[in-house]
């Protein structure tokens, strides 16, 4: 697989730089090895200091793939350049991890460019993970009125107009093969010549931006950019970057005033001055939006049990005091906002504003909630000690309110109304036999909830499949199947696109590589692809998680530091318990962590903790139990287990770390 060739002989060099997406640029590698169909290739590969596996990866399964290690992430314009000054090819493809090429991408690639002197380089028709087309496969120049309608959206109103959508030059149809002004940076094929008449990638471009200024490059030095949509290829928009995010907004548009200043001399200006403005608006709309669409369910959850606290201690003075004005107006200020604050953040660790959770969360978080505020209600003082029983009408009301909001919820975006029941995913593999097997056995050790419907066969019709990839739709709509997952082994990538293009039903698709441990699919182009892989899927490493473990460490730094005239006296190391306190509410520790020793090569990153998460007596197989429990405490995390250990290892709170 990629074997050496001489320098004289060598046809095409592909040059790919990888950060951190090991598994994407697998299914890359192998999808090149199919691709290459007689030409004479080298592979390079970029490694910007990547923290997962992948230059191990690279080493033990493509051997002949030539390496460049680098010590630090310099950049994805800076490490293509190390790539092409090493190349031998009389073309140079720069190529993303994150793509599978069809069968025929390269061979057509460099036929087009043999019989067509005048291109200096050429770009493919791409589509996302789900199969729709990804307009940036062909873009034009990005004017002053071609970004406003791209940044606005306005673009969206006429795809197909040459004045609105000139930025993803609309007026081209996306199966016809034309002249482009801009390129885009995940496959480039070009011309050796032209590299060496204009030079390497502008360096200054760290990430995005690099595409269009070259692309401007090419066209000033006089040779065509061209978009052939007679081959296809697949975009997982893998990126190191993720689209939504607020860093990127900064990054791109960053890189858009470094091409402006650069191309648009004279007129920079007031470009540089309009984009600075957009992105400052872009970037607070989109953050602020996104934000508040997250915490909205959170938001109405704690105004309707503030107003309810409100209504109680009315209602309660009437009915026990008969004056409704006789509880201190304090407590709409003081206990009413702490109350509301302790249930929010009961639900919260319980996991309530997770998708398609019971109802037992919410009464796990209500009793956690409830619990810690009538622990907090005996410590304050007897002006500000109004009721126990509003408390805990308060929250019987609360758990009403959370429930019934949740099925008004459900009821709105998902036409339910009730708790919805986590779905179970139905799934057929498109395989041969061999290979139906072995994904079927990763997909069962993934954890994930699945219903394995059946194997589809690549060929014609078999004994014992549910048909033949010839009547996909039909299979999809009778099995009512979620997602369907293509062998790399038994599918040409060809058949895979050809597949997904012809789709009718909403269905995810995924991508199972040869003899790998992953399965990759992205049903969204402004999404990182997701990885379905064995032993990979740390509870632990998700945002929700290390919120509530965050969450979960303040709240008990708070009442050990309230209850510690009580707990000290148990304790041995009394001054060590409250550098432990303080150090947790910097974020510097969490009460709970790893044991040691560590295998930091396999576990998410997380705080060192005061306390294991499993305590393993001196034995010759220690080190592999400890892996072993390190592993179960990151793949199954809850801060409900985190609690379970602290009660367990009460009497070590004052442990110093070592």
């Known amino acids: 697989m990629f074997c050496i060739t001489s320098a004289l002989d060598m046809q095409l060099s592909i040059v790919i730089v990888n950060y951190n997406v090991r598994y994407f640029l697998e299914q890359c590698l192998l999808s ?27 080493k033990s399964r493509f051997p002949g793939v030539i390496l460049i290690k680098n010590e630090a992430n310099y950049g994805f314009s800076a490490a293509n350049n190390q790539g092409i000054k090493i190349s031998k090819g009389q073309y140079v493809l720069l190529l993303n991890p994150d793509t599978i090429l069809s069968e ?187 934000r508040l669409f997250k915490a909205l369910p959170v938001i109405i959850d704690t105004t309707f049990i503030f107003t309810c606290l409100l209504w109680l201690k009315t209602w309660w003075g009437n009915i026990y005091f008969e004056d409704a004005g006789h509880i201190n107006e304090t407590f709409d200020t003081i206990n009413a906002p702490i109350y509301t604050i302790f249930w929010i953040i009961g639900l919260i660790l319980s996991g309530h504003y997770r998708k398609n959770t019971a109802w037992f969360s919410v009464f796990k978080g209500i009793i956690s909630g409830t619990a810690v505020i009538l622990v907090v209600y005996a410590l304050l003082e007897v002006e500000y000690r109004n009721s126990r029983t509003i408390i805990l009408w308060g929250g019987l009301c609360s758990f009403a309110i959370v429930v019934l909001t949740k099925w008004v919820k459900n009821l709105i975006f998902n036409k339910k109304f009730g708790f919805l029941k986590s779905k179970k995913i139905k799934y057929a593999i498109i395989s041969h036999s061999a290979e139906n097997d072995r994904i079927k056995s990763l997909i069962s050790k993934s954890g994930q909830s699945t219903i394995y419907c059946g194997r589809i066969s690549p060929n014609g019709d078999e004994e014992g499949t549910l048909g033949s990839i010839k009547h996909l739709n039909e299979i999809v709509d009778a099995y009512k199947l979620d997602e369907l997952i293509f062998s790399q082994k038994d599918i040409s990538a060809f058949e895979m696109m050809k597949s997904m293009a012809a789709m009718q039903q909403e269905v995810d698709f995924r991508v199972a590589p040869d003899d790998a441990l992953s399965i990759i699919s992205s049903g969204d182009k402004n999404k990182q692809g997701e990885l379905l892989t064995i032993g990979l899927n740390f509870q632990i490493a998700t945002q929700k998680s290390r919120l509530q473990k965050r969450i979960f460490d303040v709240v008990l730094a708070i009442k050990l530091l309230a209850l510690s005239p009580i707990i000290i006296l148990s304790l041995k190391k009394k001054g060590q318990l409250f550098s432990n306190i303080f150090a947790v509410l910097k974020g510097n520790l969490s009460w709970v962590g790893y044991a040691l020793p560590i295998d930091s090569s396999l576990l998410p990153n997380i705080k060192p903790g005061i306390i294991p998460c499993a305590d393993i007596e001196q034995s010759e197989s220690r080190e592999e139990i400890v892996n072993k429990e390190n592993l179960y405490y990151a793949r199954n995390y809850n801060w409900w287990k985190d609690f379970e250990i602290i009660l367990i290892n009460i009497n070590h709170l004052d442990a110093k770390i070592k």
């Open 104 to 290: 025929d991408t390269l061979t057509s690639c460099y036929h087009f460019m043999q019989n067509h002197d005048e291109a200096g380089a050429v770009c493919v028709k791409m589509i996302d993970g789900s199969g729709k087309y990804l307009p940036e496969s062909k873009r034009g120049k990005p004017t002053l009125s071609a970004s406003f309608f791209k940044m606005t959206g306005l673009y969206q109103l006429a795809p197909k107009s040459k004045f609105l959508n000139s930025y993803y030059a609309g007026h081209i149809d996306q199966n016809a093969t034309a002249s482009i002004e801009v390129m885009t940076g995940a496959f480039m094929f070009l011309r050796k010549e032209v590299i060496d008449k204009i030079g390497f990638l502008d360096d200054t471009f760290f990430m995005y931006g690099e595409d269009i200024d070259y692309s401007y490059r090419i066209l000033e030095a006089g040779y065509k950019n061209v978009y052939l949509p007679t081959t296809t290829i697949i975009h997982f928009k893998g990126e190191s970057t993720k689209k939504a995010t607020l860093n990127y907004t900064k990054i791109f548009y960053h890189a858009m005033i470094i091409f402006v200043k650069k191309h648009y001399k004279g007129k920079s200006s007031l470009y540089v001055f309009f984009l600075q403005i957009a992105v400052i608006f872009k970037a607070a709309f989109s953050f602020i939006l996104e």
């Open 32 to 58: 090149i090895d199919k691709a290459r169909q007689g030409l004479e290739i080298e592979v390079i590969v970029v490694d910007n200091n990547s923290t997962d596996d992948s230059l191990d990866m690279v």
